[in-house]
């Protein structure tokens, strides 16, 4: 379903999101583990292939040796140290997580899928010492376009956050696999 502005220019929809928050053991432990398995998306390379017109394939063999678990970080943004300027406790790190290829086979049926991709996700510790994993499910977010085929790939997200939060040795909560 792809959503056409009113006369008046613009369309408003309403949806359910849902938001997971795991809890995560030790958050500087946490941070290396999810670092360690995630890593940053290859810009130089995935710059060189779009500047001598590399067909798509390579792109996707590219993306598929680099992200182990289909995701790759595409901006860190430690919020802890801004946040304690204002007398605020506890740390946060809050990552655009995603994979081009992925959101590719959205954009194609609905570019406003972009709106969710790459996935937002918040590593945080609170002031109390306890350490937290948070993001909204990907399925629920896509499937708000009322594309079949959006929310089918928003259903394989919810696979690959729940095979990374094992791998990460967290809790995979239930409804996300």
Not at 2 to 18: F, L, N, V
Not at 22 to 32: H, R, T, V
């Amino acid at each position: 379903m792809t959503s056409t502005p009113t006369t008046a220019g613009w369309s408003a929809e309403r949806y359910e999101a849902r938001r997971l928050t795991i809890a995560a053991g030790d958050y500087d432990d946490m941070l290396a583990r999810f670092e360690s398995i995630v890593p940053t998306v290859p810009m130089a390379a995935v710059n060189a292939l779009i500047e001598r017109g590399a067909d798509w394939d390579e792109m996707l063999e590219l993306i598929d040796n680099a992200a182990p678990y289909g995701f790759l970080i595409y901006t860190r943004i430690d919020i802890g140290p801004v946040m304690a300027s204002a007398g605020d406790g506890g740390r946060g790190v809050e990552y655009l997580m995603g994979n081009h290829t992925i959101a590719e086979r959205m954009y194609r049926h609905d570019q406003r899928a972009m709106l969710y991709a790459p996935l937002r996700l918040f590593l945080y510790e609170t002031p109390a010492g306890k350490a937290y994993f948070a993001l909204d499910q990907p399925s629920p977010q896509l499937g708000s376009f009322g594309d079949e085929r959006v929310l089918s790939v928003g259903r394989e997200l919810d696979a690959k956050v729940a095979a990374l939060l094992g791998a990460l040795g967290l809790p995979v909560p239930a409804g996300l696999l």
